[in-house]
């Protein structure tokens, strides 16, 4: 990923244990203990930094290119059967354990993280952003609304859709009847879940119950074709 910088913050790949080891400390903060450890998907990946002007890294994710049948190792596979996935055509981008320091809410540190992802993306011709966007804590109930939103509004077409391979899943889709309450449910949804979503992104129809890393996360895609074009220009204008 070729560095970006834009205002107070700089995007660039890791460099070095120091940056490393303040990756590994972000995810614990944000994370908890599991996310904090390193794992098998961490010694392929690039990890990507947002510094802020003092240097500090603000934010941090991970990223890895599949294609047809490679999808099996990634860290979506562990959770969801993505079979059917395996047919689609393109490359395809994983972005995993996506944090922002948790005392931090400037929307700039998402904006100028996901310009670097579209310059990434033009770049190495990516057809398919995935990965798995996390609610803390294990309970649906407290996200009953925005789980009411992705069934109404954000399900994943059928001929991509991931398949129950988790031993303990939310079933939202099948389980959920009610009409969503739109501001309730805003008002829950994880940050950057909600980028995928107004990006033209969609999710799974079941939510994973992970209480090794206490969340609750959805199988979430965007087909990069599928982005306005308005979009698309106000992402590529930050570059």
Same mark, same amino acid.
């Given at each position: ?13 890791? =460099?070095?244990?120091a ?10 903060? *944000? ?10 998907f961490?010694v ?11 240097? $500090? ?5 991970? #990223?890895a ?7 099996q190792?990634?860290y979506?596979? &562990?959770?969801? &059967? ?7 055509k393109?490359? #395809? ?5 996506? *944090?922002? $320091?948790p005392?931090?809410?400037?929307? &700039?540190?998402l ?7 579209t310059a990434?993306?033009?770049? =190495?011709?990516?057809? #398919?952003?995935?990965? *798995? ?12 609304d ?7 509004? $954000? ?5 991509w ?15 959920l ?7 309730k ?7 950057l879940l ?10 799974? &129809? ?10 609750? $996360?959805?199988?979430t ?7 306005p074009?308005?979009r698309?220009s ?6």
């Amino acid at each position: 990923m070729t560095p970006l910088a834009k205002g107070i913050y700089r995007v660039e790949p890791a =460099n070095g244990a120091a940056d490393m080891n303040a990756v590994f400390n972000l995810r614990d903060l *944000c994370f908890g203990a599991v996310g904090g450890v390193p794992d098998r998907f961490d010694v392929s990946a690039t990890h990507v930094v947002v510094r802020s002007a003092t240097g $500090h890294i603000v934010a941090t994710f991970r #990223m890895a290119q599949f294609v047809g049948t490679d999808l099996q190792d990634s860290y979506a596979a &562990d959770f969801y &059967d993505l079979t059917a996935l395996q047919a689609f055509k393109g490359p #395809m981008l994983e972005l995993g354990r996506f *944090c922002i $320091h948790p005392d931090l809410n400037d929307p &700039d540190i998402l904006r100028i993280a996901w310009a670097a992802l579209t310059a990434y993306v033009d770049a =190495n011709g990516i057809e #398919m952003l995935f990965g *798995c966007s996390s609610f803390m804590g294990t309970d649906p109930q407290i996200y009953i609304d925005a789980f009411a939103v992705l069934k109404a509004r $954000h399900m994943g077409p059928s001929q991509w859709m991931p398949q129950v391979k988790a031993a303990e899943v939310y079933r939202y889709s099948a389980i959920l009847r009610r009409k969503p309450n739109l501001a309730k449910a805003n008002a829950v949804l994880p940050p950057l879940l909600r980028t995928y979503l107004a990006m033209g992104g969609w999710v799974s &129809d079941h939510a994973v119950v992970d209480r090794a890393m206490n969340t609750l $996360h959805v199988f979430t895609a965007l087909e990069i074709g599928a982005i306005p074009a308005a979009r698309k220009s106000r992402l590529r204008a930050l570059v």
